[in-house]
């Protein structure tokens, strides 16, 4: 019998743990997480008013209901045990533990505060525990949002929408109540590079225009010929249509104006204790490259969120790439039975479905490279758990959170988030994590 610890209960994991299991051979995966609630980013990560999307945990629901696949969840690695010790216990470990760190913008005034990277905001409202302390600075009525990709369109979305507007989500309360009372009525959101590099979806893109206080805006200036449209990708043509039909909207609309700012890149942040304003660069591409061209310009602004991309955090003993923020690895190979997949493989790129090739791939290097050592596995952590007191949290434990979750919720809203892991841990028990035992 195989024995593989995943590392990471989100897609990547979960993929990952479903192509061993069905993979015809004798294999026990756990999947461990440092939360005590499983599917990372798609529970903490996708915004709040995308429920649709988060029906993929239905999928994962059955790969963890499996008895050869074990949730093993309050469990952190480096805190509770290490990345070595599971290597003694188990055949094969594998890294999917994602991209969770902001990228930095390395530019002057990145301290002050009124400064937040995407993963503060998305996880504040998202009532993922690590951020639920935190206070946005919000009593502001301009904000500027750097980056091209849908992480930049869900926070600017979720900042305007109207609170009738979030009915049906899972939005943090608290979050949706600061929300409401922000004075807000400019939203910009800057890409380095022309509409035709945008990461947007259409999908993500076509619902800016579709938000009742406020406008989408795009300077026409930035948007190419029409007749250059026969040579895109259907992706492309279907972004650069929605950004056209913003361009032909009246700055008088709707009370809050969204500006999509393209061929612009921030230079400086501005403001003495905190920001007041941003100083960005005109840019221009040539030959593939984006080059400034030393036109300057001012926006101002009393809170400035970077959407630029993500990074993994790096773990004792396991070689980590800082340039990229990823672990360095060959096609998920970090080392003798240590294996990454999903983002903390080749960094935060692709979408959630990206995640199954990706976790079908990994599986069958593991079944081609790693053969049982009879190793302790599931056995072995238990009494490690049990030794060090640790009260880790199963598959079982998590339904309980989720139905309480669940019940709590009031009017269309699908659930009421705990904020804090004691309230988590106090409806699931003080009870040790139970061994599940393999089908004969």
């Known amino acids: 019998m195989l024995q593989v610890a995943i ?37 903490t990560g996708v915004a709040p008013d995308h429920q649709s999307i988060k029906n993929v945990t239905k999928r994962y629901d059955q790969t963890a209901s499996r008895d050869d696949v074990r949730f093993v969840g309050n469990l952190s690695i480096g805190r509770d045990v290490s990345v070595a010790e599971l290597l003694d216990l188990y055949d094969a470990v594998v890294l999917a533990t994602g991209a969770l760190q902001d990228r930095k913008l390395g530019i002057p005034g990145e301290d002050l505060a009124g400064v937040r990277g995407s993963a503060d905001i998305v996880g504040w409202y998202n009532t ?85 206080r406020a406008v989408p805006l795009v300077d026409k200036a930035d948007l190419p010929p029409m007749d250059g449209d026969v040579d895109l990708e259907p992706k492309q043509r279907k972004v650069l249509a929605a950004l056209r039909g913003f361009g032909d909207h009246s700055a008088q609309e709707k009370p809050v104006q969204v500006h999509f700012g393209f061929y612009a890149r921030p230079v400086e942040i501005l403001g ?36 630029i991309g993500y990074r993994s955090s790096a773990i004792e003993g396991v070689p980590f790439d800082e340039r990229l923020g990823r672990f360095v690895n060959n096609d998920g190979f970090i080392s003798d039975r240590l294996y990454a997949v999903g983002w903390a493989r080749r960094g ?41 007191q640790i009260r880790a949290v199963t598959f079982r434990d998590w339904q309980k959170i989720d139905a309480a979750e669940r019940q709590a919720a009031e009017g269309e809203n699908p659930r009421l988030k705990f904020a804090r892991l004691d309230d988590m841990l106090d409806v699931v028990g003080t009870e040790a994590i139970e061994t599940q035992q393999v089908k004969k």
Not at 11 to 16: E, Q, R, S, W
Not at 291 to 303: A, D
């Open 348 to 388: 935060p790129t692709g979408t959630i479905g990206t995640n199954k090739p990706d976790g079908a791939e990994i599986a069958k290097r593991i079944l081609n490279d790693v053969k049982p050592m009879d190793k302790p596995g599931r056995k072995g952590l238990d009494a490690l758990i049990a030794k060090r």
């Open 128 to 212: 993922h525990p690590d951020y639920v302390a935190l206070t946005p600075e919000l009593n502001t009525s301009d904000v500027v949002i750097i980056g091209n990709g849908n992480v930049a369109i869900d926070v600017a979305r979720v900042l305007a929408k109207t609170e009738a507007e979030m009915e049906g989500s899972d939005i943090s309360p608290k979050a949706k109540d600061a929300i409401s009372r922000m004075p807000l009525r400019t939203i910009w959101i800057f890409g380095r590079r022309g509409p035709m590099d945008a990461s947007f979806t259409p999908k993500e893109l076509g619902e800016m225009g579709r938000l009742e």
């Open 7 to 43: 590392i990471g209960s989100g897609p990547a994991g979960y993929y990952t743990a479903e192509a061993l299991a069905e993979s015809g051979h004798a294999v026990l995966v756990d999947v461990i997480d440092r939360l005590p609630t499983p599917f990372g980013l798609i529970r």
């Open 272 to 307: 003495d204790d905190r920001v007041d304003g941003v100083l960005m660069e005109r840019t221009r591409v040539e030959n593939g490259a984006c080059i400034g061209t030393g036109e300057m310009f001012t926006v101002p602004c009393g809170l400035l969120i970077s959407c």
